[in-house]
């Protein structure tokens, strides 16, 4: 007796696959991709006046790490370079500086994350300019 066509039926110990005709089975189909974001940093040295910032690192310790790794490049110390930090995924992370003021911020949207890095900066300071903005891919996982 054969199954009504779409059935569900065993192809293999533990799988299953539609049946259309009776000598051909159809392996079930693949599952949905997910979607993840990489990570991104920025740290400070304030005593130092340095600077790191990477983005689309696989894992936010990466990041941190590649982060201060640049910033003592830059003349900082490994102490000091995580005196003032910001890590994100989804979105993006940008630096505003104005006289004697710095503030990063991080959001999804790249615009978002400015005015709050802007309005914080111009609360204190009339100067405040963008110096830095990174964003994070997108990555797919099958």
């Not at 009504?4 to 392996?27: H, I």
């Not at 006046?49 to 982060?67: K, S």
């Not at 405040?128 to 891919?137: E, H, L, P």
Request: glycine content about 10%.
């Amino acid at each position: 007796r054969r199954p009504p066509p779409g059935a569900t039926v065993p192809v293999m110990p533990g799988g299953a696959g539609r049946y259309r005709d009776p000598d051909e089975y159809l392996a079930p189909p693949p599952p949905d991709p997910t979607f993840s974001y990489k990570w991104g940093a920025y740290v400070i040295d304030k005593s130092k006046g340095a600077f790191g910032g990477v983005d689309n690192r696989a894992t936010q310790a990466d990041a941190e790490n590649n982060a201060i790794a640049q910033c003592v490049g830059n003349g900082g110390t490994t102490t000091g370079c995580r005196s003032m930090t910001l890590t994100w995924q989804e979105g993006c992370g940008v630096v505003v500086m104005g006289r004697n003021v710095l503030s990063m911020k991080a959001n999804k949207l790249q615009s978002a994350a400015q005015a709050e890095a802007m309005a914080e900066c111009s609360a204190h300071a009339k100067d405040c300019k963008v110096v830095t903005a990174r964003c994070n891919a997108l990555v797919v996982n099958r």
